[in-house]
Nanobody
Framework: QVQLVESGGGLVQPGGSLRLSCAAS????????MKWYRQAPGKEREWVAS????????LYAGSVQGRFTISRDNAKNRLYLQMNGLKSEDTAVYYC???????WGQGTQVTVSS
């Protein structure tokens, strides 16, 4: 069955960096455009970034443009989100998702605080 397992979250100070990872299984990962989403406490889940199936094209929400980088390794069935210049407003649970499937992982918590 489809599984998406996010990892790499944690507590980081403002201005710091984290690299999130998403391990995908149960589907042909290399054929699926992928996305990162996040959900902050008391707020709706929001889209963060997208990447095409081959990794050649990416898109970002305005709030993370220039600070976050989405990438993928199709040989390892892995999706990544490099997050630099973290701000308190980036605090959220982060999720990866295929654009073509409805499955969600359990998410990974990112907390930006001094």
């Amino acid at each position: 069955q489809v599984q998406l397992v996010e990892s790499g979250g944690g507590l980081v100070q403002p201005g710091g960096s984290l690299r999130l990872s998403c391990a995908a299984s149960g589907f042909t990962f290399s054929s699926h455009p992928m996305k990162w989403y996040r959900q902050a406490p008391g707020k709706e889940r929001e889209w963060v970034a997208s990447i095409t199936d081959g990794g050649g094209s990416t898109l970002y929400a305005g709030s993370v443009q220039g600070r976050f980088t989405i990438s993928r390794d199709n040989a390892k069935n892995r999706l990544y989100l490099q997050m630099n210049g973290l701000k308190s407003e980036d605090t959220a649970v982060y999720y990866c998702k295929s654009e073509r499937l409805t499955n969600w992982g359990q998410g990974t918590q990112v907390t930006v605080s001094s």
